[in-house]
Every structure is written in structure tokens, then in C-alpha cells.
């Protein structure tokens, strides 16, 4: 199983990295966590298709993680020529907020009908959800409540991956991501805590096999060669 970090930045583009996209390619599918609103570039970039992917798996619904599901829709319907179901699974209220954030970012585009099956997967906090031939839990993540936070495990091929979106250190998110293969954290600032983030004091408190940081700020991208965890860069790939 390869996971290729298509996007590893924040919202602010801080050490001029793209915004959040996770690829993992498993042995039957392919799905990100998160899409945000630069992830088609991304994929340009590593010649991904973005007709091969299979799924997307929303953590919460800021911009810098959904932001770029409008473009790859558009895309799929006008220049890529999608055949291929796509599934969208996201927390709830995922559907209409992205018919909303497509209406606003192309107006008139919602009277395209897609050649495409296109699913809607909508998951409440603290819930195990069988989709796109994922295995997914989730909990609720402590983040800006609009955007219906989640943290989530995904279980493929025998493997478990934990992704913890963006969200404060809390007892759920320690459960969820215990024992697991592979954990996919963010880590937004190094030596403060700052509000509706895990920051890198955090991280000892996740117990995990593999540990990958992302979603770093200035002040952790400054550190990534002091720290023992590994951290993720646009176009990093690993093996699982």
C-alpha cells in the first residue's frame, strides 16, 4: 500500500506547500483524506489521474480540506470525461455544503448533470460506516464545530490507518488511533498551544505504530529535521 502526500500544508500556504490531500492506493481502490481547494494541482504534478480515484474522505468541511472537490467535479464532468463512480464521504452536512461551496465558486455549474455515479456518504461522529470498500470509525474531533470535525480510522487490505484532521489532543482521539498501522497527524505549531489544533507537545500522547506528521505552520516546518517522527512534504511517499 503507497500513501502520497499530494498536499501536506495549512490553510496559508506556509512553506509554500499545497493544502491538505492524502493518497492511498491500496490493492482494489484508491481514496484521499481531504481535498483541499489546490489538490488537483497536486495531482497534476505526480501525473495522478484524477479519474482513478475511487473516494474521497472528508475529516471537516474548511476549505483548505473540501475546498477542491468543486474543481475536481468540473473537471470530471468538462475535461476529464469521468466514467468512473466517485464516492464523497464526509460528515454530516457534507453534501449540501459542497453544492453551496460549488454554486458560489462556478455559478451555474448545478445544472450539470455528471455522466458519472456520484455518491454521498454521510457519517455522524462516533460511528463505524462500511463505504467505497472502506472500513471507517470516526469520533468527534474538537475543532471549529461548523465544520462538523471529525478524526477518523480507516481499515483496507488489513491495515489500519488513523488520520486525525484538525482538532485539540483529547481522550476519543487516543482511543481511535491506538495500535494502528499508521497515523496521520497534524502537528500545527512546535512549542504553543494554539486553539482547535494538535500542536507537537501533542503528538506523545498518540500511541501508534508509524507516526507521519502534516499540517505543519512556520514554526514546525522550522523543526522537521529535530524531531524524531517522520513529516510529510508535498510528494512524499511511503510504503505500508
Not at 27 to 39: E, M, N, Q
Not at 118 to 127: H, K, N, Q
Not at 174 to 186: F, T
Amino acid at each position: 500500500m503507497d500513501i502520497t502526500f499530494i498536499g501536506s500544508g495549512d490553510a496559508f500556504g506556509s512553506g509554500g506547500r499545497l493544502q491538505t490531500c492524502i493518497l492511498v492506493e491500496a490493492r482494489d481502490t484508491r481514496f484521499c483524506f481531504d481535498f483541499g481547494a489546490s489538490s488537483l494541482i497536486g495531482l497534476r504534478r505526480e501525473n495522478i489521474n484524477p479519474n482513478s480515484i475511487n473516494a474521497i474522505v472528508l475529516s471537516h468541511l474548511h476549505g483548505d480540506h473540501c475546498g477542491g472537490i468543486p474543481f475536481l467535479l468540473l473537471d470530471a464532468m468538462l475535461g476529464a470525461k469521468r466514467t468512473t463512480p466517485l464516492t464523497i464521504i464526509g460528515p454530516q452536512g457534507t453534501r449540501e455544503h459542497l453544492h453551496k461551496l460549488q454554486q458560489v465558486l462556478f455559478p451555474g455549474s448545478q445544472s450539470m448533470v455528471p455522466d458519472f455515479d456520484l455518491d454521498y456518504v454521510e457519517i455522524p461522529a462516533g460511528s463505524r460506516t462500511e463505504a467505497a470498500g472502506l472500513s471507517i470509525t470516526s469520533t468527534e474531533a474538537r475543532h471549529t464545530r461548523d465544520t462538523q470535525p471529525l478524526a477518523l480510522r480507516v481499515e483496507v487490505d488489513g491495515k489500519q490507518i488513523a488520520y486525525t484532521g484538525d482538532g485539540e489532543l483529547t481522550d476519543s482521539l487516543k482511543d481511535l488511533v491506538a495500535g494502528v498501522d499508521l497515523l496521520i497527524a497534524e502537528s500545527y505549531f512546535y512549542n504553543k498551544p494554539v486553539k482547535w489544533h494538535l500542536n507537537y507537545p501533542d503528538i506523545a500522547g498518540l500511541q501508534a505504530e508509524r507516526v507521519v506528521l502534516t499540517h505543519m505552520h512556520t514554526s514546525m516546518l522550522e523543526q522537521t529535521e529535530s524531531v524524531p517522527e517522520e513529516c510529510a512534504y508535498d510528494g512524499y511517499t511511503l510504503k505500508l
